[in-house]
């Protein structure tokens, strides 16, 4: 069972454009949601993040967002980078459960310059 | 400063060998993690060590041996591995396991077993 899913499995985007990733879970024990963006051959490096009792969190370029009603989240890059493309991963956490992390099976965005 | 780092780089070995990955964090974090990642998959998670016992085992086979000497060091212990055990080994750390934290990922070892 696929408790944290990505749906697009490719996303190609202009350069200056904004990305928009999605990612739906199913557990509603999950209180804790990361990006992570990993280049071939590399670990995965942390993005952003938004607790359950949040609805939205910016960084920079990044924000996310968290529907809980839809068990929903999204991330938007705005505006987007070459250097941003990757493949990017959607998380979710139980901090009850040790703090264990699932994964989505990630989505790989291309950025046109 | 959240650099966690693994040696070697890439691993190849053979089914009857025995070798060891490594791990090290100096960030203070006191829970840490290896994950297995094939090609075009997520990570899964393997062990998961909470001040310095381990907490986690997601049914890993007894092949795989991890061990944490001290709060900054995890090692994981390889032993009579199948080609199917070829993949990226992630070592990560976050502050504490009793909360929801960002988990800090380490570049990976790349390991080949012929």
Known sequence: DQ????????????????????????????????????????????LISISSIKDKNEDGRFTVFLNKSAKHLSLHIVPSQPGDSAVYFCAASTGAAGNKLTFGGGTRVLVKP | DTEVTQTPKHLVMGMTNKKSLKCEQHMGHRAMYWYKQKAKKPPELMFVYSYEKLSINESVPSRFSPECPNSSLL??????????????????????????YEQYFGPGTRLTVT
């Open chain 1, 3 to 46: 408790q944290v899913k990505q749906n697009s499995p490719s996303l190609s985007v202009q350069e200056g454009r904004i990305s928009i990733l999605n990612c739906d879970y199913t557990n509603s024990m999950f209180d804790y949601f990361l990006w992570y963006k990993k280049y071939p051959a590399e670990g995965p490096t942390f």
């Open chain 2, 75 to 100: 090692n994981l212990h390889l032993h009579a591995l199948q080609p199917e055990d070829s993949a990226l080994y992630l070592c990560a750390s976050s502050l504490n396991p009793f909360s929801s």
